[in-house]
């Protein structure tokens, strides 16, 4: 069964102070889909960034970036230069290809992001 | 816009009152689901749908049913509520799968009395 274990229930650093969020994965499967997801305080579930197993290039979008390592099966988020708007809830999550991307998504618990002034 | 929307965002009811939350895409996506969110344990898929008259559970699906007779809708119904059902609800669309990025409704707030 598939599984995301985000270890950090809670994060709280300084603004301007480069920071990652840490994902862990299980799967039987060798085609999985790894995901991140933003919800800041408003509420909404905002999607970032999808990442597939046999692309383990890393990604850099602005001051966000992500490492995807299969040998360790993490999928880590790194924010760089933090600041107040990144405050939110981060979610890692995982879909298996067994199904033909008829399966479900199985998310990790989340990872408060606070980010002082 | 394309969007993702369900109704009501906020709901108080009492144990036992059957109650159904719409969701409805219009992005023309063939896959829809539903989660729950409770604290300390993220998002939990109930259901989902890859198509029209198809539908199957998620990792917790005991107390709720769903329907897709169309392609747009896919409400979540209780037909029995009881307080552990208490929770934040999503709906979510993707365009052919758990595998593509989802679009995710802005919630329902449920509080079962």
């Known amino acids: 069964a598939q599984k995301v274990t985000q270890a950090q229930t809670e994060i709280s650093v300084v603004e301007k102070e480069d920071v990652t969020l840490d994902c862990v994965y299980e799967t039987r499967d060798t085609t999985y889909y790894l995901f991140w997801y933003k919800q800041p305080p408003s509420g909404e579930l905002v999607f970032l960034i999808r990442?597939?197993?046999?692309?383990?290039q890393n990604e850099i979008s602005g001051r966000y970036s992500w490492n995807f390592q299969k040998s360790t099966s993490s999928f880590n988020f790194t924010i760089t230069a933090s600041q107040v708007v990144d405050s939110a809830v981060y979610f890692c999550a995982l879909s298996e290809a067994s199904g033909g991307g008829a399966d479900g998504l199985t998310f990790g618990k989340g990872t408060h992001l606070i980010i002082q002034p | 816009e394309a969007q993702v929307t369900q109704n009501p965002r906020y709901l108080i009811t009492v144990t036992g009152k059957k109650l159904t939350v719409t969701c409805s895409q219009n992005m023309n996506h063939e896959y829809m689901s539903w989660y729950r969110q409770d604290p300390g344990l993220g998002l939990r898929q109930i259901y989902y749908?890859?198509?029209?008259?198809?539908?199957d559970k998620g990792d917790v699906p005991e107390g709720y049913k769903v329907s897709r007779k169309e392609k747009r809708n896919f409400p979540l119904i209780l037909e029995s509520p009881s307080p552990n059902q208490t929770s934040l609800y999503f709906c979510a669309s993707s365009l052919s799968g758990s595998n593509q990025p989802q679009h995710f409704g802005d919630g329902t707030r449920l509080s079962i009395l």
């Open positions: 749908s890859m198509n029209v008259e198809v539908t």
């Open positions: 990442r597939n197993s046999f692309d383990e």
